[in-house]
């Protein structure tokens, strides 16, 4: 008589053949308990399946093996063993457990993390398992946060970004809701920081934007973080915090304000613009930003205040000595403030020469007529994207009107209203 495990192994076989992958994962979820049991000889098990042929099998074997917390620590077993199942596995036998997939990823991304060895390989290995399980390219999925997390580790961001500059359309979920929840706040954390890394500070206030206005019922670590790296990007980017959406929940203001008042202070302070009142607050408060990780974002805002002052100096005064410039706007002396100028001059943000030889600033006025052929393109590749957006509404408003989940509620919506109409309207019979 077979024993439990060799009636596994059959059955997976048998099924896998017969192309049964539905009725397999039922049999798969309810034979957890008995390969977990069996953890001393899942390696066995694995050699007796083929990747390819019996890929969903594999993956809940391996995903139980690295259930186990000594199995993870191992990094260079579970890349090694991960990577061969991604590269080889089917794709049409993965999806029917997605869970489980995303699961084994998370588990690759707990062990390269924590031990911080192999991460570069590490993120290869997660930009192929998102090929694999995702349908399209705007599709959201959990190995999203996981690659981003690694990226920000390795401080490797173009693999990440290439993702993060693809606007999500629809969201891949599972049957764990939390977990879902969890890994969409994450990408939107961590994309966040990759592009604030980057200094694409307007895409990176879009992502903190949308993790901090996230409908939620009760505050979440993920949001509190993102909130309070909101306010520092919006003071980069506008020199103001900008409201929060309307539709945001209200634990936004109930509890996330009261917990970042530090993020407050130094709002208020930047508001003054005062680079006194700004550093006073900065020393203040310097543990709280550190443990946070955000010394290097309120660093940014100390230096945007700066900037936003020089820019100002540029609306009052045609020439200024650097002495003066220094001065007005609380630097240190004529060199950093021509530091300052020479860095604001190259990124295009004021228009000015320097006349080294008696240490003079001559503001000038926009040269750009925004009448030459790299304006057109711009003006062409932006009214592009917004008629793509425009295909891309229409499509989903479509497919949500022909929804029969949402025919069914609106009809029935109609009929308590009293619009719809009784049963003679619709009756065949004109004698009725």
């Known amino acids: 008589m077979a024993s439990p495990l060799e009636y596994f192994v059959s059955f997976v076989r048998s099924q896998s053949s017969a192309g049964n992958f539905r009725e397999l994962v ?9 390969v ?13 399946l083929d990747i390819q042929q019996h890929s969903l099998g594999y993956l809940f074997v391996l995903s139980a093996k690295f259930n186990d917390s000594s199995n993870v620590d191992d990094t260079e077993n579970v890349l090694r063993s991960v990577r061969e199942f991604i590269t080889s596995c089917d794709a049409e036998q993965v999806r029917y457990a997605p869970q489980v ?12 993390v924590k031990n911080k060895q192999h991460i570069i390989q590490g993120i290869h290995v997660l930009v192929l398992a998102l ?3 995702r349908l399209f390219n705007a599709q959201l999925t959990p190995i999203h946060a996981d690659l981003c997390q690694l990226c920000l580790c390795a401080k490797v961001f173009n693999p990440a970004i290439r993702l993060l500059d693809c606007d999500i359309a629809a969201i891949a979920t599972t049957d764990d809701n939390y977990a879902d929840t969890k890994y969409f706040l994450l990408y939107y954390y961590y994309g966040g920081m990759i592009y604030s890394a980057v200094k694409n500070y307007e895409r990176a206030l879009y992502f903190f934007e949308v993790a901090v206005s996230t409908p939620a019922l009760a505050m979440s670590h993920i949001m509190l973080e993102s909130y309070k ?20 929940s209200q634990v936004i203001t109930r509890f996330m304000k009261p917990l970042s008042h530090a993020y407050h202070d130094l709002s208020s302070a ?9 550093r006073n607050v900065v020393n203040k408060y310097r543990d709280t930003f550190q443990r946070d990780t955000n010394m290097g974002l309120v660093k940014q805002v100390v230096a945007s205040l700066y900037k936003k002052n020089i820019q100002r100096l540029t609306k009052t005064f045609l020439t200024l000595s650097l002495a003066d410039v220094a001065s007005r706007v609380q630097l240190s002396g004529p060199a950093e403030a ?7 001059i190259k990124s295009g943000e004021i228009f000015a020469t320097i006349n080294q030889k008696d240490g003079m600033v001559v503001f000038k006025d926009d040269p750009q007529e925004y009448n030459d052929q790299e304006v057109f393109e711009m003006v062409q590749h932006q009214i592009s994207l917004v008629m793509g957006l425009n295909k891309q509404i229409l499509k989903m ?3 949500i009107m022909l929804n029969p989940v949402f025919v069914k509620k609106s009809f029935g919506n109609q009929e308590d209203d009293g619009i719809g109409c009784n049963s003679k309207a619709y009756s065949s019979d004109p004698t009725e």
């Open 26 to 34: 039922v049999y798969l979820i309810d034979s957890v308990e008995l």
């Open 36 to 48: 977990t049991k069996n953890g001393n000889i899942l390696d066995n098990v694995m050699e007796t």
């Open 101 to 112: 997939y995303y699961e084994l990823c998370h588990h690759l991304t707990t062990a390269l």
């Open 131 to 133: 090929e694999k399980i």
């Open 229 to 248: 790296k909101y306010i520092l990007v919006s003071l980069i980017l506008h020199g103001k915090v900008l409201p929060i959406p309307k539709y945001s």
């Open 270 to 278: 930047y508001n003054t613009s005062s680079a006194d009142e700004v």
């Open 338 to 344: 021509e530091k300052y100028i020479l860095n604001m």
């Open 397 to 399: 408003d479509e497919e």
